[in-house]
């Protein structure tokens, strides 16, 4: 998978020093506008900022400018995809619009992005026939300790920590409550547990057996 990062997620993964955890899961790539390093991270991430720019320099995040879309004939794509999401969410929200634009102009798979409002980009993704699949932080350890790269262990501290940095208030027994709501007990999208499945498929995974060694735990 590919993805695309709103600013908070990239804030929250790096201020706990696990930005990593990004690279390693999505083997094919992460990218973010230049808007999102510009002004969202310029205003609200700057004690990340030399790192993100670090990571950009070494290829680890690919940024996209208009120049850039330009260049590859995508441009009126994304400015329509823009216009179509602001008249969709607050105009506050412009991190978050620019970042599922650029996932639906690129055809990337996945958005992540910490913004769990009601009427936000996670939330309101799952109600929308879109091919645009939202991920909280919480949603990529839990993913990544069902495919093995972590134990329950290592998933809860990872959790605790990125929790912690941003001072976030979540805790990580209603995260997975969600996460097991959405993919399994009352999904917003039928196509979220049929694509669970098949990556548990894919993955030889027995994931009831797994989240509930995770749920002991908590």
């Not at 959790?159 to 209603?174: A, G, R």
Request: aromatic share 12%.
């Amino acid at each position: 998978m590919r993805a695309s990062l709103d600013t908070n997620v990239i804030i929250h993964f790096y201020r706990a020093g696990l930005q990593n955890i990004l690279f390693d899961f999505f083997k094919e790539g992460i990218f973010i506008y230049e808007q999102i390093r510009n002004i969202e991270l310029e205003n609200h991430g700057q004690d990340v900022l030399d790192k993100v720019d670090n990571d950009i320099a070494a290829g680890k995040i690919e940024l996209y400018t208009d120049q850039k879309l330009k260049d590859l004939a995508v441009y009126k794509i994304f400015e329509n995809n823009v216009n179509e999401n602001i008249n969709l969410y607050s105009v506050g929200d412009l991190g978050e619009i620019y970042a599922i634009s650029l996932a639906q102009t690129l055809g990337a798979y996945s958005l992540v992005t910490d913004d769990t409002k009601q009427g936000g980009p996670y939330m309101s993704l799952l109600q929308f026939e879109d091919d645009v699949m939202p991920f909280t932080f919480a949603d990529v350890l839990i993913l990544r300790y069902l495919l093995g790269a972590a134990d329950e262990k290592h998933t809860v501290k990872d959790f605790n920590l990125i929790n912690c940095s941003s001072e976030l208030n979540w805790t990580f027994s209603s995260q997975l409550k969600k996460f097991i709501k959405r993919f399994f007990k009352d999904p917003y999208r039928a196509e979220d547990t049929k694509w669970i499945r098949k990556l548990a498929d894919e993955n030889n995974v027995n994931i009831k057996m797994k989240l509930a060694v995770l749920s002991k735990l908590i």
